[in-house]
């Protein structure tokens, strides 16, 4: 099992900018990626969408919306994720989540391709 702890959401004011934290701990070495996806107000947990998300490799994805604007990045337990020029619309829960093996076809965009999540952190962007 792997345990995912989101932090560092918040209340920002448009144009401001959040760094999201995501410490990893448990059976991690196997970990071959992991990502952010956010749940917007009023929308169900299966409407979850995704942000970004980052490879064991390095190798990073990003959400067309939020390109240019977010940062994805890993340290050997902890991802973050750099949030710039927020707006409204960015208004989330945003979750953190992991993928424990690789397996032929996996897309990083899928949240079914994910085994493990967070308990989310809420980010409210005023305008």
């Known amino acids: 099992q792997v345990q995912l702890v989101e932090s560092g959401g918040g209340l920002v004011q448009a144009g401001g900018s959040l760094r999201l934290s995501c410490a990893a701990s448990?059976?991690?070495?196997?970990?071959?990626?992991m990502g952010w996806f956010r749940q917007l107000p009023g929308k169900e947990r299966n409407e979850r969408e995704f942000?970004?998300?980052?490879?064991?490799?390095?190798i990073r994805e990003y959400a067309d919306v939020v390109k240019g604007r977010f940062i994805i990045s890993r340290d050997t337990n902890t991802m973050y994720l750099q949030m710039n020029s927020l707006n409204s619309e960015n208004t989330a829960v945003y979750y953190c989540?992991?993928?424990?093996?690789?397996?032929?076809?996996?897309?990083?965009?899928?949240?079914?391709?994910?085994?493990?999540w967070g308990q989310g952190t809420q980010v409210t962007v005023s305008s």
């Open positions: 989540a992991s993928v424990a093996y690789h397996e032929a076809g996996m897309d990083l965009r899928d949240r079914h391709d994910y085994d493990f």
């Open positions: 448990g059976r991690t070495g196997s970990t071959v990626a």
């Open positions: 942000v970004a998300a980052i490879t064991s490799r390095g």
